[in-house]
């Protein structure tokens, strides 16, 4: 690891200054960040300690039934929040399929959603990397693609994003509060994370200095409770990335989706909202059939890239099962243990 | 060089350390305190695993600057001063929770936080996904599951000691 000043600011503003700085980075929990430092991915001359900022830790519901999440909250303390987890048990779900305990008891809110992608090229600081090194090319195109994006990737990159707490935010309208030298702004969550295009090393609509202050779920969001659920596909069954997962919450009344939310993740280089497979979904009855329409839609767009097909069937049977799993209702216990994808289906054979 | 202030296993300490240096590193290189180990030295592998303010955590991926002002407590300070084991490591003893050792300080701060943060009884599935950032080469994890299982008992003052 390169040697770095270490600054903990006591204030919002001076976090900002010193944020501003070129070579300088946010620390929050680390997760993720010290990782990249140990292998020399990232190599940050100063870190700003974001962990003592007051006023950042708070889980508070908003006066019309929303959330205000601090973006110091750890990621343990939000999804074993009881009125949280009752309210957003998709979201909830999610944050306990992501890592481990000890990781979740560090990782933060902000921290999740700023993690950098687990292509193991980016890792490789022997290996092009377009994200990396602005410019360098993609040893990703030309190498093992298995985990490539499926959608919304360029000729410069094809890897995904990798949490597993942003697919439902994505799915459930959430807000990023955003503080900078300017003052405060909000961006939709969905228009957070950028695809890569001809600038994968942006990943965000973050500036240089500006840092998330917290990410807030509408009230609309809660009427979701009773039918919501997070699936994750991995490559052996915990502590795993995501291959592929899924979102799926529904409103349900009289036998009839009134309305219904579908995001994925691991497939793009942010969270995927599905929001043409949510159509399909509207005022049908759940079943199925209808599942199975729905994650076709929300695949319609996807192009496999060397030899990952494979991930777009996979992603349509995630999509369909977690929209059956959210149909059969929010289990009883919350937080619940991560759905398996390998359980049966309520109601219907393995699909 | 920045100068930490933390609390280890009951006993204040001031030391200095680079910007760079992990909590793992002073517990280990400053203060000698070589229980808990390092496997992978990425985070997966759990076995740097010791609590922070009550919490367990990776001491791999832990700043030893973002310790400061914090109460650490590794596996050396977990027993009694008389030697009386803590029950989750009496309950590694009686159930045969280990083999080579490595990963077993690691192993064991994690079972003690993940059974004080479930008062409910949790069954063979809920341990087996609380203990997920702990690998152990040897075990095939059975035994470790029984010790954690049997150790909630205690530890909830649902049953005794094992002798």
Redesign the interface.
Known sequence: MNLFEYVRPASLAEAIAAGAAPGAAFLAGGTNLLDLMKGGIARPSRLVDLTRLPGLGAIERGPEGGVRIGALVRNADLAHDPDFAQRFPAVAEALLSGASAQLRNAATVGGNLMQRTRCAYFYDPASACNKRDAGAGCAARGGERRLAAVLGASEQCIATHASDFCVPLAALDAVVEIAGAAGTREVALEDFHLLPGATPERESVLAPGELILAVRLPAAAAAFARHARYLKLRERTSYAFAVVSAAAALRIEAGAIVEGRIALGGVAAKPWRARGAEAVLSGQKPERALFRRAAEAALAEARPVGDNGFKIELARRIVARALALAAAGTPARLPALPASPFAPVPGGPHG | M?QVSLTVNGKRHTVEV???T?LVELLREKLGLTGTHVGC????C?AC?VHVDG????SC???A??ADGASVTTIEGLAAADGTLHPMQAAFREHHALQCGFCTPGMVM?AI??VN?HKERMSE??I???L???LCRCTGYHNIVKAVAAAQEVMHGRAQAAE
């Open positions: 920045p680079e910007t760079r992990l030295d990425t985070s997966q759990g695993v919490t367990s955590v990776k991926t832990f700043l600057v973002q994690s936080d993940l943060s599935a809920e087996r996904h609380g997920e950032g702990n």
